[in-house]
């Protein structure tokens, strides 16, 4: 197969910093879709998988899921694109398509494994997929999305996996006008569930240890800010909500929130992959039938539901843009929490 030689930031060892490097994209086949990237999200998972931190890392690692950009070419079969339209990748870029998940529009749920946009398997050149720190990609027509043409295209990048990760279980748990939704942690994920639960009329509190984080809250849209470490606050809000939103990426106890639920409701966890420690009390769950669950990203058709649903009513992430260089600078003030709330890169810093 042909391939087009395209410059890329990425790393060759977990110990090594990003650097420029230049990588082989496919020529469009009949059904891809070519994307010159104009600005691509920085998401904790970029960091994980340059260094490691999960297993399973395949060098020379190029990280990005949260692409936009417009499309430079189309194959002879592409019927949703056209060359000059806006366009964006999340974190898939392929699947089998054929499997009961796929069947359901749930692509993140693929029975044979889903391929990433990076570290994945690239069936079309062999050896693993490159993400989107990088000039274009090429991808399925039915893994690209379209982007309201209103919303700031920096500011949507981390729609493509900050976003979907919190619209998929509003949407999934049925979050309406008058729900009640907590969302614990406010960083990527959760300043975007703030603004999604809002914008779908539900009431939306916060549960923070830092008090500090009040404003910020209230300025995303956050009704109230409840203090997780004062017991007189936590109790207040015993039995209240129907959703929490956990998007705290380390290990940390459950049982608290389980407490604030209501009859029926659900803690969701998107941010922290392990064992819960301490562990879990089944009594609340069982006298309450309240339910701890988990969920990832979301599918093609919910991506585009949320991205329509973004367009329509003007909401976006809020971003520091950075230039491609400053990625490994950006990677160590994202672990101390120091941004408010993602990173995008200017990709244009790499075509200079």
Known sequence: METI?????????????????????????????????????????????????????????????????????????????????????????????????????????????????????????????????????????????????????????????????????????????????????LGGLGHMAIKLAKGLGASVSLFSRTPGKTEDAKALGADEVIISTDEAQMNAVKGKFDLIIDTVPYVHDVNPYVATLNINGTVVLVGYLGPLEPMLHTVPLILGRKSVAGSVIGGIAETQEMLDFCGKHNIVSDIEIIKMQDINHAYERMLKSDVKYRFVIDMQSLKN
């Open 5 to 185: 030689h395209v410059k890329a930031f990425g790393t060759t060892a977990p110990e090594a910093n990003l650097e420029q490097m230049n990588i082989h994209r496919r020529t469009v086949t009949p059904k891809d879709v070519e994307i010159d990237i104009l600005y691509c999200g920085v998401c904790h998972s970029d960091l994980h998988t340059a260094r490691n931190d999960w297993g399973g890392s395949k060098y020379p690692v190029v990280p990005g899921h949260e692409i936009v950009g417009k499309v430079t070419r189309v194959g002879s079969e592409v019927t949703k694109f056209k060359v000059g339209d806006l366009a964006a990748v999340g974190c898939i870029v392929d699947s089998c398509q054929t499997c009961s998940s796929c069947q359901q529009d749930l692509e993140q749920y693929c029975l044979n494994g889903f391929t990433g946009t990076y570290n994945g398997k690239d069936k079309h050149l062999g050896g693993h997929t490159f993400g989107g720190y990088s000039e274009k990609v090429v991808v399925d027509e039915h893994f690209v999305l379209s982007v309201p043409e209103n919303l700031d295209l920096a500011a949507a990048a981390p729609l493509l996996c900050a976003g979907i990760t919190t619209w998929s279980p509003l949407r999934h748990w049925n979050v309406k006008e008058g729900s009640k939704v907590a969302v614990v942690g």
